[in-house]
């Protein structure tokens, strides 16, 4: 099936979640990317499935994505069809203080409310940004807390479109890495999808942990710049850190085009103009190569960067 032919059978199936041409910067937390050949936000978890079917069935070029709160899109936009994640029914099971969350339900508003109910597991992640699903899939993690140590099980679309139950060694996990991260670098046409997470928490004093949240979110303001960010660009490297090692060669405050260096945090470039996808990449170009010269470690990017 020619591709045009199958995204306009994906649109009429799909009816008002679907349309075609449009920004991806509009969704981006960084303003960036351009436009999607056609875009499906799914709302509901049926749609979430559908929209995947089709594509897989009718062969076009397909993507999904969360928050988009970590990943860099090309500005000449992406070709096929594009799934925004935005599912986002909580079940909170007091009886075991097990939380279950569709994987497009916002981490830190899922954080924040088991702090609420004095459920300690997964305080660290109060300010995180994305969603559920992007924090399994990176193995989110933040004040020593990561997804691997509280999560219980998780439902996945597998490649043949159905939908199975697994647990938390499917995922391989390591330091920001699970086995679903390295297939979606590697691009596969027939990728398995994280539907839902479910995790095991504890009871904990209330108070304490509001505490601990409190503490959490102040550090984040006052070391993590606002605006139109990524998050941290690098991963730290052993033994050391990238923000360290970006501001030690000189380069905060840098600027290529309407991106910059933060000055606050070397870790963290800003988009606070009409920053494009390359001037971000000459930053990041940048970076890594002054890195390398001056100290002779090659900085690995934390956050997903998506050519054209």
Known sequence: MRAEDALAEIAAALGDAAQRDVPL?????????????????????????????????????????????????????????????????????????RVTAESGAIIAKVAQETVRRGWGGLTWAVGLPGTVGGAVVNNAGAFGGEIAKTLATAQILTSEGEIQQVGPDWFT???????????????????????????????????????KATEYTERRQRTQPPG??????????????????????????????????????????????????????ALIDRAQAEVERQFGIRLEPEIEIIAD
């Open 25 to 97: 910067a509009r969704y981006s937390r960084v303003g960036i990317g351009g436009p999607a050949d056609l875009l499906v936000i799914a709302r509901e978890r049926d749609i979430l499935v559908q929209a995947v079917r089709l594509a897989q069935d009718t062969g076009v070029n397909w993507r999904i994505f969360g928050g988009l709160t970590n990943i860099l899109l090309p500005d000449g936009g992406l070709r096929g069809v594009v799934i925004l994640n935005h599912t986002r029914r909580v079940d909170y099971d007091t009886a075991t203080q």
């Open 173 to 211: 996990f390591q330091y920001r890495y699970s086995k679903l991260k390295t297939a979606k670098k590697a691009r596969q046409s027939c990728r398995q999808i994280v539907i839902d997470a479910t995790f095991q928490l504890a009871l904990r004093d209330p108070a304490a942990l509001a505490a």
């Open 228 to 281: 139109r960010t990524l998050g941290s660009t690098f991963k730290n490297p052993p033994g050391d850190y990238a923000g360290r090692l970006i501001e030690a060669a000189g380069l905060k405050g840098t600027r290529h085009g309407g991106c910059m260096i933060s000055e606050q945090h070397a870790n963290f470039f800003i988009n606070d103009g009409n920053g494009t996808a390359a001037d971000y990449q």
